[in-house]
């Protein structure tokens, strides 16, 4: 899907200047239409200052979010939005967004919720990481059907159709088109990782614990759209 993108190499200047891709996205015009900005596949409400963080030391700031379609960190610049571009993530250390942090985990951004031990890009033994993977599903536009019926169409087709032409970036998606967000969370220790999304999986990781995760959960209401809900509940576990 990836190979749909229309991208060209830019040099861009936040601070200091970084190889980065440009993609046709929310222009001028769109930021000035009559109806309101709706950012259904952005995890932020609006851009935010934010911090890029190179390795070796230098930091770049922006006004930045996060595509959860594409996983991609984006900043906006004179009225484009901007996306880190494949041949340059390997180059970023984290991203800092109002205050939360985005690493790249699993050649991708991801959210790291909480880690403990270790260096920034391993865990050390007895310690771990847990990141939370954003998505976003896109549901098209139905068609009409018999009797006052409306069929959907295959979202991947038109997922593929709209990041093909950069509409993907832009800060609303067409009229008719629903998104629907999701996580999967991630945790990394002793070299592995495993990913969940629901909590009979996190008790199924976690065997040993089964009368205490009973308890907690009486106690507790862990709901897996609820990130900190999520982290203390595998904090919890992990102690």
């Given at each position: 899907?990836?190979?749909?993108?229309?991208?060209?190499?830019?040099?861009?200047?936040?601070?200091?200047?970084?190889?980065?891709?440009?993609?046709?996205?929310?222009?001028?015009?769109?930021?000035?239409?009559?109806?309101?900005?709706?950012?259904?596949?952005?995890?932020?409400?609006?851009?935010?200052?934010?911090?890029?963080?190179?390795?070796?030391g230098?930091?770049?700031?922006?006004?930045?979010?996060?595509?959860?379609?594409?996983?991609?960190?984006?900043?906006?610049?004179?009225?484009?939005?901007?996306?880190?571009?494949?041949?340059?993530?390997?180059?970023?250390?984290?991203?800092?967004?109002?205050?939360?942090?985005?690493?790249?985990?699993?050649?991708?951004?991801?959210?790291?919720?909480?880690?403990?031990?270790?260096?920034?890009?391993?865990?050390?033994?007895?310690?771990?990481?847990?990141?939370?993977?954003?998505?976003?599903?896109?549901?098209?536009?139905?068609?009409?059907?018999?009797?006052?019926?409306?069929?959907?169409?295959?979202?991947?087709?038109?997922?593929?159709?709209?990041?093909?032409?950069?509409?993907?970036?832009?800060?609303?998606?067409?009229?008719?088109?629903?998104?629907?967000?999701?996580?999967?969370?991630?945790?990394?220790?002793?070299?592995?990782?495993?990913?969940f999304?629901?909590?009979?999986?996190?008790?199924?990781?976690?065997?040993?614990?089964?009368?205490?995760?009973?308890?907690?959960?009486?106690?507790?209401?862990?709901?897996?759209?609820?990130?900190?809900?999520?982290?203390?509940?595998?904090?919890?576990?992990e102690?």
């Open positions: 899907m990836k190979n749909l993108r229309i991208r060209k190499s830019i040099g861009l200047c936040i601070g200091i200047i970084i190889g980065l891709a440009i993609i046709p996205a929310a222009t001028l015009q769109t930021l000035a239409q009559s109806r309101p900005i709706v950012l259904s596949h952005y995890i932020f409400p609006e851009f935010t200052e934010g911090y890029i963080f190179l390795k070796g230098p930091i770049n700031k922006g006004a930045l979010n996060f595509n959860a379609l594409t996983e991609e960190v984006v900043f906006m610049s004179k009225g484009k939005v901007l996306a880190i571009g494949e041949n340059e993530i390997g180059r970023v250390d984290s991203v800092l967004i109002a205050g939360r942090k985005f690493v790249v985990f699993n050649n991708k951004f991801a959210e790291l919720l909480f880690e403990k031990g270790g260096s920034p890009n391993l865990p050390s033994a007895g310690g771990f990481r847990l990141f939370a993977e954003h998505k976003c599903s896109v549901i098209p536009p139905g068609k009409p059907g018999p009797y006052g019926t409306t069929s959907q169409t295959s979202s991947t087709v038109t997922l593929s159709s709209i990041i093909g032409g950069g509409t993907v970036y832009n800060l609303s998606l067409p009229d008719g088109y629903k998104t629907k967000p999701y996580t999967y969370y991630w945790i990394e220790k002793d070299g592995n990782a495993q990913k999304s629901t909590i009979k999986q996190i008790q199924k990781a976690y065997p040993a614990k089964a009368d205490a995760i009973k308890s907690y959960l009486k106690d507790h209401k862990v709901k897996m759209e609820d990130y900190d809900s999520v982290k203390d509940f595998v904090i919890f576990l102690e």
